[in-house]
């Protein structure tokens, strides 16, 4: 995983959670992190952006599915931090770190859109994966709603993205996309299940900038097979 742009840190500010500190200069060593420390804060920000400021009125298709080329174990790096996750046949993962020390479980189902996966995500998971205080995402957003997550499986490599509430709100100003702000950083997607389809396939690039790597998964090669004994000959 690579480490998030700073534009994250003011997404992840959308659900105003005291527990992740706002960025500034810090005195000394003695304040800064351990590598797995850095891990988690990776993590926790690129969640807290990936599900607080976009949401979609509704998921564009009427069952999601599991994607054949996510099960596997895969391997999520930052600052040298190996994390390693497994995702069974049904798209399920009992590894996804969450805000404390354990890890949650997480269903990543979703759908396909020509060259692009999406997962999606309700309100209730993401308020779990990422900690956030009471009941903020679920309050904050219609019910029925859910979060998109973007991702491409090239060569092994998963590469996801998440949605710039700052373009979804300008495109829903300019009247490219239908929606709603739902706060000052907060866009909501408006539409039919074929609204919403046709927003991702035609304005997918106002949503979704695949010039920023959010989080990085890379497949673990499978282990090599134990040499035959002399023994066994």
């Keep these: 995983?690579?480490?998030p742009d700073p534009r994250l840190s003011i997404a992840a500010a959308c659900l105003d959670d005291p527990r992740v500190p706002a960025p500034g200069p810090r005195q000394g060593n003695r304040d800064l992190p351990r590598p797995a420390?850095?891990?988690?804060?990776?993590?926790?920000?690129a969640l807290a952006a990936l599900s607080g400021c976009v949401a979609f009125e509704r998921?564009?298709?009427?069952?999601?599915?599991?994607?054949?080329?996510?099960?596997?174990?895969w391997k999520l790096k930052a600052d040298g931090v190996a994390k390693t996750i497994h995702i069974d046949a049904r798209c399920h993962t009992e590894d996804w770190p969450n805000m404390g020390e354990q890890t949650m479980a997480l269903d990543l189902t979703g759908f396909v859109l020509g060259r692009d996966r999406y997962i999606v995500v309700p309100p209730s998971v993401a308020q779990r994966a990422i900690g956030a205080p009471g009941d903020a995402l679920i309050k904050g957003t219609p019910a029925g709603s859910v979060f998109l997550i973007l991702y491409r499986i090239d060569d092994g490599r998963a590469r996801a993205w998440l949605p710039d509430s700052q373009?979804?709100?300008?495109a829903i100003a300019a009247g490219t996309l239908s929606g709603r702000k739902l706060d000052e950083k907060f866009a909501l997607i408006e539409g039919s299940a074929q609204d919403?389809?046709?927003a991702l396939s035609q304005h997918g690039a106002v949503l979704y900038d695949t010039q920023k790597e959010a989080i990085v998964l890379q497949r673990a090669a499978p282990a090599s097979a134990a040499p035959a004994s002399k023994d066994s000959r």
Excluded at 37 to 45: E, N, Q, S, W
Excluded at 59 to 73: F, I, Q, S
Aim: with cysteine; aromatic share 0%; hydrophobic share 55%.
């Design 59 to 73: 998921a564009p298709v009427e069952e999601l599915a599991c994607d054949p080329d996510l099960p596997g174990t």
């Design 196 to 198: 919403i389809r046709a």
């Design 1 to 3: 995983m690579t480490l």
């Design 167 to 170: 373009r979804a709100l300008e």
């Design 37 to 45: 420390h850095l891990l988690r804060a990776a993590l926790v920000v």
